[in-house]
Structures are given as C-alpha cells and as structure tokens.
C-alpha cells in the first residue's frame, strides 16, 4: 500500500493564481482531511470528508474548496492564491473516524509559496 | 471547545538520558489524545493514542504517555534518548469530530 500520497510535492504560485492540491489514498477510508501548517504552529483543519459525496468546513476553510467524488481522492482547491497562504498542506485518511479515536495516516505534505 | 498547550516549545537532551514533553489539554467532553512525530520534511506518525482504556499507554520506539484528568495532562516520556529521536512532537485533542492540535515541541539531541 502507498497510503496516503500527495502531489505536487512544492509549488510556487502568484497572487490570484489557482490551483488543485491532489490527495489519494488507497486504504479505502471513509474519512479524510486537510491541514496547514505554518511555521513553528501545530495543524490547523481547513476541510474534511466523512465519505464520498460530504465535507464540510475545519477552523480555517476560508480560500479553499474541497470536493469528494470518490472514496479514494480529496482534492483542494485554492482559487485566488494569497500570500496568506504560504503553507504546508498535509492531507489526511482515517477510520473510523475522529469520534472512534482511529489514527490518522498522513501524506509527506506540498509546500505552497505564494509571490 | 479544545485545546492543547504543549508547555516547552523546545527540549535538549543528551543521548541516552529521559525525555519529558509536556502536553495539557481542555476539553469539554472525554477526549481521545494522541501523541504524533514529524520528523524533518516527513508526515505525521503516530506514536501513540489515548482512548479511555488504561491510563499509561504505550508507544512505538520506547515512548509511553501517562493520562491524568485530575491534571488534565497527557506527558510524553521516554526513559532513555537516542539520537532517531530528534524531530518535532505534536499533541493532539480529539473531541467533538475536530482535532486540535499542540504548537508542537522541538526535540535536539545532543551526542
């Protein structure tokens, strides 16, 4: 199994660009999520997905759009890059789930800068 | 709400020496806590995981945590250092389907 993997590994974006950060994992999960983390701060929530076809918001959604057509990906979408958004962006599978207590297995991460 | 406060945002230690990072939590309802690694442009491992059963719990690489509700702590120990361990230590909240997540503890191990 790859578990959970990410591309691109780093991007660099100008302001008001968009991109599409892809997350796949291949442990048939039912949960997944996004994170960012910015230097020296834990991970903060932005998105995440209780299985295909619904997600819903984190602590810090504004900027980004998720979608969950299959179990398998989570993209997310950065419509109108900000330098606010210089980031590392982790994504995440689990089950059962966060109320189960059930591990979280994470990717390497993208390394977003915003010019 | 949640929360976690990792209480040394840095830690040295000599190699074969005690580690100790300090994690407190709040919470408003019974939480599940985990203890997760990053090592140097890595993911996130987990450690380990604290879900209402026995109050000491048991990680990978010699790591153990104890859960103490009376303190509302969740410490991270281990008895003897080694050089692997260098990396940053993430506590981690679950309540209320959200995670919270520590600001993290910044471990050096010095040879």
């Known amino acids: 199994n790859a578990g959970v993997t990410q591309t691109p590994k780093f991007r660099i974006l100008k302001i008001g660009q968009s991109m599409t950060l892809q997350c796949t994992q291949d442990?048939?999960?039912?949960?997944m999520y996004w994170y960012r983390q910015d230097p020296g701060m834990g991970l903060k929530l932005i998105y995440y997905?209780?299985?295909?076809?619904?997600?819903d918001k984190g602590e810090v959604p504004n900027g980004y759009n998720v979608s969950r057509s299959t179990t398998e990906d989570f993209p997310l979408r950065l419509e109108l890059a900000a330098p606010s958004q210089t980031s590392v962006y982790f994504c995440?599978?689990?089950?059962?789930?966060?109320?189960?207590?059930?591990?979280?297995?994470f990717g390497p991460g993208t390394r977003l800068t915003v010019l | 709400a949640q929360s976690v406060t990792q209480l040394d945002s840095h830690v040295s230690v000599s190699e074969g020496t005690p580690v100790l990072l300090r994690c407190n939590y709040s919470?408003?309802?019974?939480?599940?806590l985990f203890w997760y690694v990053q090592h140097p442009n890595k993911g996130l491992q987990l450690l380990l995981k604290?879900?209402?059963?026995?109050?000491l719990v048991k990680g990978i690489n010699g790591f153990e945590a104890e859960f103490k509700k009376s303190e509302t702590s969740f410490h991270l120990t281990k008895p003897s250092a080694h050089m692997s361990d260098a990396a940053e230590y993430f506590c981690?909240?679950?309540?209320?389907?959200?995670?919270?997540f520590g600001a993290g503890t910044t471990v050096t191990v010095r040879a």
């Open positions: 995440a599978s689990s089950t059962p789930g966060l109320a189960g207590g059930g591990e979280q297995f």
């Open positions: 442990m048939n999960h039912n949960y």
């Open positions: 997905s209780v299985g295909a076809g619904i997600t």
């Open positions: 919470s408003s309802y019974s939480p599940s």
């Open positions: 604290y879900t209402s059963a026995a109050t």
């Open positions: 981690v909240v679950n309540a209320d389907y959200k995670l919270s």
